[in-house]
């Protein structure tokens, strides 16, 4: 008691009044230290004692059962397991006794009183509420504290637009100005939260520092106003929200300055705060956390052994989670997240519905006698999907016409009637079908995709449908490369439909693209149509990446312009269903067939002592437990059509 008293903190078993609250930060004034009893134990209490790790540290034994316990019940699968475990260690007394537990210090009031304090001042707060009602609606006046944290932003944002909240003042640390003025400052956050001009009168801003009285005092001084009630709704966060650079959504304009990945990306720490700073395009695979995280790769590869070896999933997650315990995962400072656009739920809800509608009348307009009569434009249809849609749609009579894009070189010195007749020829279509294609040079990448004014005058009121499927699908090319062929030639395309959407008398129904189902990233379980997150486990190379930003920019602009768009997100795309012909693939399964069938052929020139040698060691590459995502190509097509 003499020490506590010393230190400036109650006695032990006294209860806690409010001007506890300031005689410091020591722990013992506010929780007290009591034995198996219930006795207090009058002595310093550290802040590290309050923490689960103090307690790991000093009692191994309990954090080993406790780990076994929970390896038991993921391996079974049942959590009678677990309990059985920890029943038989506390029967052998394996488990450590707890000689002392702690305890907040109890306040100096009844339950009784606590009830009847908060039922008055319930009612009290409503009889203020309607005092300041006029009409059937509130008129406030609110003080923010901790409005550039995270929570504080999303509330500013959202009463923003809240005509029953007539004026918000923030009071803003002084630290937190770095530099600037208060106006300034007021202008960077309003940029941020995209708050309308005619909207940001509502906001005042007044700088103090609201851990210090005098700082209070002087931010809230000459705030209040003799006839108009101020309603105080505090909001604490520890984070203090860094502007200038800072952006809380990408707007469209963005995606035109460049293709530094920090424009479209953020990165945030454990509390939800952005970092700013340079964001690597390297960064955000994960080839880069594994080379500099190796302790978790090596946790990944054993637990992936331990699946082979057994051929149960709860192994490795066994293993997982066993690793995690002993803290050999190294834990993420940082995560990324993509910028939100800036549209509510309800504002994509009903921007979707209304493309819908208008989308299912167009092609009504454009159908006679019960058959649609369609002109369709496609990029990419020297590739992969593109050729298989251009042989499914020779037959069709609902297609008139396509038009295809290409890119001069891809003609390699042929003239584009060359080209045809050996693109007709490939895709085996009749030569009385042929006269329903179309071959125009351009370049996607290109505003209007790079067509002369006659192509162009052609085309407007002609176009039904864009189908864009070029696309680059290399896994080694560099990030810039990438963007370039994935992203910017997206968005030129995306440009260019909308063109055609917005001409006059025009016939213009849908923008159909093609993604992969990789945007989501790795090992996620449900990934949503309406949603698009960065995988926590980063992406494996720069293709997923770039299709990643290209699907989040064709949302954007389809909210944004109001462009009809259909998106499909395809898994790895080989062969045909129907022959099982694995035509077209080159990287996931042909790339292992075709390395095994050249070492067969090479074994077979040698000598009979040598494949005698060899052959029995020869086995085919693969793993037994690997899973593949594959989809074979004309079910794409078919989804395409």
Known sequence: ???????????????????????????????????????V??????????????????????????MAASSFVK???????????????????????KETRFEFRGLPFSQQEVTNIHFELKKTAECKLRAVTTAGKPQLQVLVTGATGFIGMNLLGAVAEDDSVSKVYCVVWDQELKGLSVEEFKKNMMDNLAIRPELRSKFFFSRSDPHHDDGCQRGVQGLKSPHTPVAVLVVVTWGVAKFGKQRQTVELDDWSKGIDPSIYIKKIDKSGEEVPGEIKPEELLIDYYRGRNYRDYFAEMLAAAAVRWTGDDNWGKAVTASAKKLKAFQPKETLFEFRELPFSQEDVTNIHFELKKTAESKLRAVTKAGKPQLQVLVTGGTGFIGMNLLGAVAEDDTVSKVYCVVWDQELKGLSVEEFKKNMMGMLDIPPQLRSKYELLLGDVTKPRMNLGEKDLALLRPKITHVVHLAASVSFEDPYEDMFRSNVTATQKVLEFAHELQEAPNSRFVNFISTETCYIHGRGVDLCREDRLHFPRDYYNNHYELTKALADLYGRHFMLEKRLRCISLCPAITVGDWRT???????????????????????????????????????CFPGLREAKLNLVPADRVTQGLH
């Open 1 to 39: 008691r003499r020490r506590a008293s010393q230190r400036g903190a109650p006695a032990p078993d006294a209860p806690l009044t409010l001007d506890d609250w300031d005689r410091g930060i020591d722990p013992t004034i506010f929780l007290k230290k009591v034995d198996k009893s219930g006795a």
């Open 41 to 66: 134990v009058p002595s310093e209490i550290k802040p590290e004692e309050l923490l689960i790790d103090y307690y790991r540290g000093r009692n191994f034994r309990d954090w080993f059962w406790e």
């Open 75 to 97: 391996w079974t699968g049942e959590d009678n397991w677990g309990k059985a475990v920890t029943a038989s260690a506390k029967r052998f007394k394996a488990f450590q006794q």
């Open 580 to 618: 099982g012909n694995n035509y077209g693939d080159s990287k996931v399964i042909n790339a292992a067939a075709n390395a095994f069938g050249q070492i067969s052929i090479m074994l077979g020139q040698q000598s009979w002592l040598v494949r005698a040698a060899v052959k029995p060691l020869l």
